[in-house]
C-alpha cells in the first residue's frame, strides 16, 4: 500500500484486504502472491501470512488521511469480490470510499459473478469505477456482468493478455487497459492482439492505455505500440480531470497543482 505508485494507470493504492487464489489463466504468475510470499514467514511483516486472505480492517480509514486527491487503485494485493470477504466488509469499503469523495477509486475484479451479484446491494458514488480483467476469450463474458453493474466508469484490463479476445462487446465500457505479462515465467503477448483491441477502441471511442510489453520486469519492454504510448483515460467530465492530474502527476507536477485538477479549480 502507497500513496504513490508505479502502475502506470493510476497514482497510489490502498490494501484494506490482502491475499488472493487463483481463479483463472491470468492468475497463474500473480505479482502480487509473488510477493507476498517473499515474507511468509517473517515475524511483524504485514505479508507474514504471505498470500493468504486477511482483512485489514485498521486500514479502512486510510484514504480519509490522504488529503490530496488522486486516483486509488483498491486491493492491488487481493480481489474486492473474493468469495470469503464478508459482505459487511465490503460495505465498510464502499463507505470510506463515498466518505473520501476528492479521491476518485478504481476496482479491478476477476470475480465478476460476485461482483454482479452484490452490485444492486451496494451505494455506488460517482467517484468509484469498475473494471474486470479479461486475458483471453473465454472470459469476455465478464464485460456482460460488468454492464450490469451501476458504476460511473466501467473499464476493462486485458492483462495480461493472453490471446485475442474475439466477441468482446465494448457496449457501456468507458476504458480499457491492455498489457503483456511481465515476471521470470511471463507469457508473451502477441502485437496483432494489441493492434486488434487498441483499433476497436478507436472505431468505438472508447479510451485505450497500453500499459506494458512486459518481460522479466513490468518495465522491461517500454509502453510504446507502434511507435508510440497510449494513455487514454475516461473522459467524462469529473473524469477528465482526474485524466489530466495523473498526466501531470506522472509529468512530475506538484501536488498543489495535481490537486486544482482534480477538483476542478
Known amino acids: 500500500m502507497a500513496d504513490r505508485s508505479r502502475i502506470e494507470w493510476t497514482q497510489a493504492t490502498w490494501n484494506p484486504v490482502t491475499g488472493c487464489d487463483k481463479v483463472s489463466p491470468g492468475c497463474a504468475h500473480c505479482y502480487a502472491e509473488t510477493f507476498a510470499e517473499r515474507f511468509r514467514g517473517v515475524p511483524g511483516h504485514a505479508y507474514e501470512q504471505g498470500f493468504d486472505l486477511r482483512l485489514w480492517p485498521e486500514r479502512l480509514a486510510i484514504p480519509l488521511k490522504w488529503r490530496q486527491p488522486r486516483l486509488i487503485f483498491v486491493n492491488s494485493m487481493s480481489d474486492l469480490f ?3 470477504i464478508p459482505f459487511d466488509f465490503v460495505c465498510d469499503i464502499f463507505r470510506t470510499m463515498k466518505q473520501a469523495d476528492w479521491h476518485t477509486f478504481q476496482i479491478l475484479t476477476k470475480r465478476a459473478e460476485r461482483m454482479a451479484e452484490l452490485a444492486p446491494l451496494l451505494d455506488w458514488p460517482p467517484n468509484v469505477w469498475m473494471g474486470v480483467s479479461i486475458e483471453n476469450r ?3 463474458h465478464r464485460a456482460d456482468l460488468l454492464r450490469k453493474v451501476p458504476a460511473a ?3 476493462i484490463s486485458a492483462e495480461p493478455l ?3 479476445l ?3 462487446d ?5 476504458w ?4 503483456g505479462e511481465s515476471g521470470h515465467r511471463h507469457r508473451l503477448v502477441k502485437v496483432q492482439w494489441l493492434r486488434e483491441l487498441r483499433d476497436r477502441c478507436q472505431d468505438e471511442r472508447v479510451p485505450f492505455f497500453f500499459k506494458q510489453w512486459g518481460g522479466r520486469t513490468s518495465k522491461a519492454g517500454g509502453r510504446k505500440l507502434d511507435g508510440r504510448e497510449w494513455s ?3 473522459k467524462t467530465p469529473t473524469e477528465a480531470r482526474s485524466s489530466r492530474a495523473l498526466q501531470s502527476w506522472r509529468r512530475g507536477g506538484s501536488p498543489v497543482a495535481v490537486s486544482a485538477l482534480v477538483r476542478g479549480s
Open 166 to 168: 474475439e466477441g468482446l
Open 232 to 234: 487514454g483515460m475516461p
Open 162 to 164: 493472453l490471446g485475442p
Open 138 to 140: 473465454r472470459f469476455v
Open 170 to 174: 465494448l457496449a457501456g465500457i468507458g
Open 176 to 179: 480499457l487497459i491492455a498489457g
Open 82 to 84: 473474493h468469495e470469503r
Open 153 to 155: 466508469v466501467r473499464f
